[in-house]
């Protein structure tokens, strides 16, 4: 399974349970997550989506650990099945 077909599964449940995903680009710094997720009530995240079985590279696990130590949820989400719950987690306060 390619990496647009889980980002493409990942924008439609985020849009059906009325919220947004929108596609995350930084020109200024590398490294950044593909998605941002945003769900209703002010609940955030930022999503890297990689083809199955496939790592996060240096730069982007060093991304993820900068957000996640301003308090953001950051997922790398390979697999269909993750988003479900991916998703509840976000949600859930």
Not at 33 to 62: C, S, T, W, Y
């Amino acid at each position: 399974m390619r990496e647009k077909v889980i980002e493409t599964y990942l924008v439609k449940q985020v849009k059906k349970q009325n919220g947004l995903c929108l596609k995350f680009i930084s020109p200024s710094l590398d490294g950044v997550p593909d998605r941002l997720i945003l769900m209703p009530h002010g609940k955030a995240a930022f999503a890297e989506l990689k083809a199955p079985n496939k790592k996060m590279r240096p730069l982007q696990v060093r991304r993820k650990r900068q957000l996640e130590a301003l308090g953001f949820k950051v997922y790398c989400i390979d697999s269909l099945e993750m988003i479900g719950g991916i998703l509840s987690e976000i949600q859930t306060p």
